[in-house]
């Protein structure tokens, strides 16, 4: 049998750090990159007689995070106490939920190629801490623990298996992140580690409905990574099934250097874990009216920013996709259009020069340094003829750089747009008495001549020249 013959599922545990400003069991910060161990008491470090209080943000949270994921809310859920030893968990223990975890039955839509919109179940979201940091291998081979982020609040996002490629993958997490972004409730910074996934991966032979062994791969964080691992694994449990053999269930590291996963661990069980309820902690208990405040605080989602979009902008579906997927880049939009009012203009800058620019310096939407109010500017002063777009590329070249009021630029660059007739055709008479092939082309019936015409003139004028008053300048002294 070929690789065609099998069927790739995927389910994945995502966990999310929560921008809370303190920890979940006690008032340390969370914020990222402070000196090691400097962001802790004795809570967080697990002294033994220390009591945790549960940060009721992390609920709220947790509700606004199920909420906006279609999930349940259960009314009444609990901490438990999840046993393991590592030496970034002094407690030896974790608290998380087990049996009755915040949120459940929920599900995140992602778009398919030809249009369609497919469910991911998400089996549930529970919250729990943190674990420190190991730091191997920075102070003479040996290894330290840094406890700054033992304690903070996490949600963990398990999906039912739903997912069929590493395609689908990619666009679940990317759904989850911009959601969890719109509701604030995580900056999901996956370099930083605030986003990252468990991936468990099996295959099975097409028409088989049990779900195949899966292999889980550990703390994954960057989309790029995802997508390699998951090929790679799916071609390496085809391979060992071809051959004879069975996939073991197991735990695997994915290494970026070599491209290959390789064994941790073998797969831990529930009871191996040897949960039960944390005797610390009371019980969380939701009233209707807590859950109705927390879910009418929730802003507009992506998926409603998108439906409005298309109708009332009339933007395509792939522009409107682009421009949701970042709640700042939405954002954007919508402010500059409604200073300029001309959302398609605002549109068009964003899809195109501003996405390239953020793809060529691998800058995230949210580090833009204008504002939409300098965008918009932008757009007026191309609109109202100040400055022609090819200028206007280059004053959002001085706003990546340099972020000012394009004005301001335009001024001291000296690039206001030549529309003073007189000016035009001083122009234009020059350039037509420097190509006399070309006018006779055109006069000769080949249009095309007219074109190069204009680009010398716009050249001469360093691309100030107003290109409608050019081309009927031209049109008008090539008739004479
Ligand atoms: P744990 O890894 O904590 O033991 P679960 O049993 O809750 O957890 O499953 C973890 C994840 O593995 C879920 O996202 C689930 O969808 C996924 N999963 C379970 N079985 C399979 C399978 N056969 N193939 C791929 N994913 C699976
Ligand atoms: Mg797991
Ligand atoms: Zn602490």
Redesign the pocket.
Same mark, same amino acid.
């Given at each position: 049998m070929s690789k065609e013959d099998y069927e790739t599922?995927? $389910?994945?545990?995502v966990h999310c750090e929560l921008s809370t400003k303190t920890k979940i069991f006690c008032s340390c910060p969370t914020e990222f990159g402070a000196a090691p161990n400097t962001h802790t008491c004795p809570i967080c470090m697990g002294m033994p007689g220390t009591l945790p209080v549960l940060n009721e943000k992390v609920v709220e949270y947790a509700v606004k995070a199920g909420l906006a994921t279609n999930c349940e809310i259960s009314r009444n859920s609990k901490n438990d106490r999840k046993n393991y030893f590592y030496p970034d968990l002094p407690k030896a223990y974790q608290i998380s939920q087990f049996d009755q975890p915040l949120c459940e039955h929920g599900y995140v839509e992602i778009d398919k190629e030809d249009g369609s919109k497919k469910k991911i179940r998400l =089996?549930r979201i529970h919250i729990e801490e943190d674990a420190g940091k190991l730091n191997h291998d920075e102070f003479g081979g040996g290894s330290l623990v840094d406890l700054n982020r033992a304690g903070v609040p996490l949600i963990e996002i398990?999906?039912?298996?739903?997912l069929r490629s590493s395609e689908e993958v990619d666009k679940y997490l990317k759904k989850l992140k911009s959601i969890f972004e719109y509701i604030e409730v995580s900056d999901c910074k996956m370099q930083e580690g605030s986003l990252r996934a468990?991936v468990?991966?099996?295959v099975r032979k097409k028409g088989e409905t049990k779900? $195949? =062994?899966?292999t889980?791969m550990k703390n994954m964080n960057s989309f790029r990574s995802i997508t390699r691992a998951i090929e790679y694994e799916v071609e390496r449990q085809i391979d060992v099934i071809e051959d004879g053999g069975v996939i073991e269930q197991e735990t695997l590291r994915w290494d970026e250097v070599s491209g290959k996963t390789f064994s941790m661990r073998d797969?831990?069980?529930?009871q191996d874990y040897r949960y039960f309820p944390d005797p610390d902690l009371v019980a969380i208990k939701l009233s209707e009216e807590y859950i109705q405040k927390v879910k009418e605080s929730l802003p507009e989602l992506p998926e409603s920013r998108k439906q409005r979009y298309l109708n009332d902008y009339k933007l395509s579906e792939k522009d409107a996709n682009l421009i949701t997927s970042s709640k700042y880049l939405s954002d954007l939009f919508e402010e500059a259009s409604k200073i300029c009012n001309n959302p398609k203009a605002v549109n068009n800058w964003i899809i195109s020069d501003i996405s390239r620019i953020l793809n060529e310096t691998e800058m995230e939407p949210i580090e833009i340094p204008f504002d939409s109010k300098q965008l918009g500017k932008l757009v007026i002063l191309i609109d109202n003829g100040t400055i022609s777009s090819s200028i206007g590329k280059k004053v959002l070249i001085e706003l990546f750089e340099n972020p000012r009021d394009p004005e301001e630029i335009i001024k001291e660059k000296g690039w206001i747009q030549i529309s003073d007739e007189g000016a035009i055709k001083e122009v234009v008479l020059k350039i037509l008495k420097a190509n006399p092939q070309s006018v006779a082309d055109y006069k000769g019936g080949k249009d095309k001549a007219l074109g190069f015409l204009v680009g010398q003139a716009m050249k001469e004028t360093k691309g100030q020249a107003n290109p409608k008053m050019l081309n009927q300048m031209f049109i008008e002294e090539l008739k004479k």
């Open positions: 599922i995927i $389910g994945l545990e =089996t398990v999906s039912e298996p739903d468990d468990n991966v099996s779900l $195949g =062994t899966r889980e797969k831990e069980d529930a």
